[in-house]
């Protein structure tokens, strides 16, 4: 990891790495890789979605994966516009996620948000500290149908 204390930029390799937790982070959930998805977090990390209080712990995140995957088979979160920049604690981190469900006819828009988290480099590289979720989609707009299959006679 880049020094913070003498330098206020993240090196490639950090840049590389913040990146990796980002889509490890998306296979790991869509993937039910629930120990997975718990290792890409801190002990103590919290995650904030609106509407609920925030997930607290590397066991509260596991417990999370273990929902989705019991309530969400065909769920798949979409990242884009993974940044990064250095921070006092670590580095600040921000992404695009767009989260679809596939079913067996069709594909659906649940919703269009930004991951803003706070990031930490440990004996096992970058984790999320906080996780935060901004759903920046109207409410209107989930359960859009995006494709659908029509079969021709």
């Known amino acids: 990891m880049t ?3 003498s330098s206020n930029t993240l090196s490639a390799d950090d840049r590389f790495a913040i990146s990796d937790l980002y889509y490890n982070y998306s296979f790991a959930i869509d993937d039910g890789d629930t120990q997975r998805l718990g290792s890409l977090f801190t002990e103590d990390a919290s995650f904030e979605l ?3 209080e925030p997930i607290v712990g590397r066991a509260a995140m596991i417990a999370l994966g273990e929902g989705a995957a019991k309530n969400g088979p ?3 979160h979409i990242l884009s516009g993974v940044v990064a920049a250095a921070a006092p604690f ?3 981190g921000r992404a695009y996620v767009q989260a679809f469900k596939y079913e067996e006819s ?4 649940l919703a ?7 990031l930490v480099h440990g004996p096992d590289g970058w984790r999320f500290q906080t996780r935060r979720f901004h759903v920046l989609s109207p409410p209107a707009l989930s359960g859009l149908v995006l494709a659908e299959a029509t ?3």
Do not use: K
């Open 151 to 153: 079969v021709s006679v």
């Open 74 to 76: 065909g769920i798949r």
């Open 3 to 5: 020094d913070q204390s």
């Open 112 to 118: 269009f948000g930004e991951y803003v988290d706070d």
């Open 50 to 52: 609106p509407g609920s």
């Open 90 to 92: 670590g580095a600040t």
């Open 106 to 109: 069709a594909v659906r828009l």
